[in-house]
């Protein structure tokens, strides 16, 4: 949900509930400060009353009769009942003196405001009119008998003035009160948000929890996968750092020993330090070989840069595979038969047309080629399968020599790693590396089984593109 929906919901729920409230405090507050008679009331008690008496003669039994029920149910009203002429037929007070002209006009100085003035009596007169003859009803009652009911009255007592400031602040305040819970709800939220920008470094990875799904909630999983990422290349670039060190020092070791051979003969050559032409030759031999091999390695560098840099680009054409694979395979056989490796070489007559980069694909055959004669040389032993299966070709790659062990066999084809020690070689390790990486680019795959000291077995597949 969007902050800004959010905030109309918010906005929209605190005004229903501050009418809810302000209504609710109204009557709530008017019942319990605001009890008693108002002008209506009091009418309609003296209508009850007239026509009550009006049924009956009036006669000061029957008066008193029926008023002392209603003196009864109304206890802080005083009920008088006198002819026109000012004779006085029933009194709550038993008054029987008739009023005089100045008494009677000074019970109505000032009103109607005189039925709301703190302290001051409530007097009024209701005429009836009864079997032809003119009577009044005079009701009166003490002022805190009555009920304010027009705004000018409210503010007279403090009661009154209660019902309607209660109301209105709970109408005013209850808004703000919704808004200030929503902005420190999300003032919370950003705080906990800058904070992990904060602490997050190349070392430490902050995980902020936030379940919403506004923009907020949003960010912060956005900064998640972000800090994760960030760590994942942090990770990366130690792990490159690492292999990089490692590759250095590798490489200084491997070159380190083939350049003393090469610079030792070179030397003895130089000062003529051999017995005869078949000695010259040999330390010859040694320094071309040893050279050709510091040279394989350069070589190996070269193509593994240049796929990291995709100086190569992988151009997709049709292919033969059969007859590339028996081609790539006849150069082998003299160097497998001076090393007494037997070899077996399964090829199809039959043409098995694949669409692959011609020049990436041989690398990666010879690779495979070189790492089986090289680290299992000691088995005497070369095996080359090729078959088609369904839209992909599978080639595999077996020697029996010492083997791999099974929790380094899905290290083998990380860069720079070096198997075991029972795989013993020159190399350091690259050469399957770039086998990998070649696969992955024809969206093919490099598996390997190996049972030590029996049989490993490199498969090499590469699906139609």
Same mark, same amino acid.
């Not at 070689?425 to 049972?451: M, N, R």
């Given at each position: 949900?969007?902050?800004?929906?959010?905030?109309?919901?918010?906005?929209?729920?605190?005004?229903?509930?501050?009418?809810?409230?302000?209504?609710?405090?109204?009557?709530?507050?008017? &019942?319990?400060?605001?009890?008693?008679?108002?002008?209506?009331?009091?009418?309609?008690?003296?209508?009850?009353?007239?026509?009550?008496?009006?049924?009956?003669?009036?006669?000061?039994?029957? $008066?008193?009769?029926?008023?002392?029920?209603?003196?009864?149910?109304?206890?802080?009203?005083?009920?008088?009942?006198?002819?026109? %002429?000012?004779?006085?037929?029933?009194?709550?007070?038993?008054?029987?003196?008739?009023?005089?002209?100045?008494?009677?006009?000074?019970?109505? +100085?000032?009103?109607?405001?005189?039925?709301?003035?703190?302290?001051?009596?409530?007097?009024?007169?209701?005429?009836?009119?009864?079997?032809?003859?003119?009577?009044?009803?005079?009701?009166?009652?003490?002022?805190?008998?009555?009920?304010?009911?027009?705004?000018?009255?409210? +503010?007279?007592?403090?009661?009154?003035? +209660?019902?309607?400031? $209660?109301?209105?602040?709970?109408?005013?305040?209850?808004?703000?009160?919704?808004?200030?819970?929503?902005?420190? &709800?999300?003032?919370?939220?950003?705080?906990?948000?800058?904070?992990?920008?904060?602490?997050?470094? $190349?070392?430490?990875?902050?995980?902020?929890?936030?379940?919403?799904?506004?923009?907020?909630?949003?960010?912060?999983?956005?900064?998640?996968?972000?800090?994760?990422?960030?760590?994942?290349?942090?990770?990366?670039?130690?792990?490159?750092?690492?292999?990089?060190?490692?590759?250095?020092?590798?490489?200084?070791?491997?070159?380190?020993?083939?350049?003393?051979?090469?610079?030792?003969?070179?030397?003895?050559?130089?000062?003529?330090?051999?017995?005869?032409?078949?000695?010259?030759?040999?330390?010859?031999?040694?320094?071309?070989?040893?050279?050709?091999?510091?040279?394989? $390695?350069?070589?190996?560098?070269?193509?593994?840069?240049?796929?990291?840099?995709?100086?190569?680009?992988?151009?997709?054409?049709? @292919?033969?595979?059969?007859?590339?694979?028996?081609?790539?395979?006849?150069?082998?056989?003299? @160097?497998?038969?001076?090393?007494?490796?037997?070899?077996?070489?399964?090829?199809?007559?039959?043409?098995?047309?694949?669409?692959?980069?011609?020049?990436?694909?041989?690398?990666? @055959?010879?690779?495979?080629?070189?790492?089986?004669?090289?680290?299992?040389?000691?088995?005497?032993?070369?095996?080359?399968?090729?078959?088609?299966?369904?839209?992909?070709?599978?080639?595999?790659?077996?020697?029996?020599?010492?083997?791999?062990?099974?929790?380094?066999?899905?290290?083998?084809?990380?860069?720079?790693?070096? %198997?075991?020690?029972?795989?013993?070689?020159?190399?350091?390790?690259?050469?399957?590396?770039?086998?990998?990486?070649?696969?992955?680019?024809?969206?093919?795959?490099?598996?390997?089984?190996?049972?030590?000291?029996?049989?490993?077995?490199?498969?090499?597949?590469?699906?139609?593109?």
């Amino acid at each position: 949900m969007k902050l800004s929906l959010k905030l109309w919901i918010y906005f929209t729920i605190s005004s229903i509930v501050a009418v809810v409230l302000f209504v609710s405090s109204a009557i709530v507050i008017g &019942k319990m400060y605001n009890h008693g008679y108002t002008h209506q009331t009091l009418t309609i008690l003296a209508d009850e009353v007239i026509n009550e008496v009006g049924h009956s003669n009036v006669t000061s039994s029957s $008066l008193n009769k029926i008023i002392r029920n209603y003196e009864a149910e109304h206890r802080s009203v005083e009920f008088e009942w006198f002819s026109a %002429g000012g004779n006085i037929l029933y009194s709550t007070e038993r008054r029987t003196m008739p009023y005089t002209f100045s008494e009677y006009s000074n019970l109505f +100085v000032n009103q109607p405001y005189s039925l709301w003035t703190a302290g001051q009596p409530v007097h009024m007169i209701f005429p009836a009119d009864i079997a032809g003859e003119h009577y009044f009803l005079h009701l009166h009652l003490p002022s805190d008998a009555m009920k304010a009911t027009q705004l000018q009255f409210f +503010v007279q007592k403090n009661a009154d003035f +209660v019902t309607l400031i $209660l109301p209105l602040l709970f109408f005013f305040i209850t808004p703000y009160l919704f808004t200030y819970f929503f902005f420190t &709800k999300l003032r919370k939220r950003l705080q906990k948000l800058n904070e992990g920008l904060s602490e997050t470094n $190349l070392d430490q990875q902050k995980i902020i929890r936030d379940p919403s799904e506004d923009e907020i909630g949003q960010l912060t999983r956005r900064f998640n996968k972000m800090s994760e990422r960030i760590r994942d290349h942090v990770n990366q670039i130690q792990e490159f750092e690492n292999k990089r060190k490692m590759l250095i020092a590798n490489i200084s070791h491997d070159l380190r020993t083939p350049m003393t051979m090469i610079q030792g003969y070179a030397e003895l050559l130089d000062n003529n330090l051999y017995q005869d032409e078949e000695e010259k030759k040999q330390y010859t031999e040694i320094i071309l070989r040893r050279s050709k091999y510091m040279d394989q $390695l350069l070589q190996k560098l070269f193509e593994i840069s240049k796929l990291d840099t995709q100086e190569d680009r992988f151009h997709m054409v049709t @292919v033969n595979v059969s007859e590339q694979l028996r081609r790539i395979a006849a150069d082998y056989v003299h @160097v497998l038969e001076s090393q007494g490796i037997d070899f077996d070489i399964h090829i199809p007559e039959y043409p098995i047309y694949m669409k692959m980069d011609l020049p990436m694909f041989e690398r990666a @055959v010879r690779n495979l080629i070189d790492n089986a004669i090289q680290y299992g040389n000691s088995g005497k032993y070369l095996g080359i399968m090729l078959e088609q299966k369904n839209d992909a070709c599978q080639i595999n790659f077996t020697d029996h020599g010492p083997g791999i062990p099974e929790e380094l066999g899905s290290r083998v084809f990380e860069r720079f790693f070096r %198997g075991s020690s029972g795989r013993e070689g020159e190399g350091i390790g690259i050469g399957l590396s770039i086998v990998k990486e070649i696969a992955d680019a024809h969206k093919g795959t490099i598996q390997v089984i190996s049972t030590p000291n029996e049989q490993t077995t490199f498969t090499l597949t590469l699906p139609a593109t």
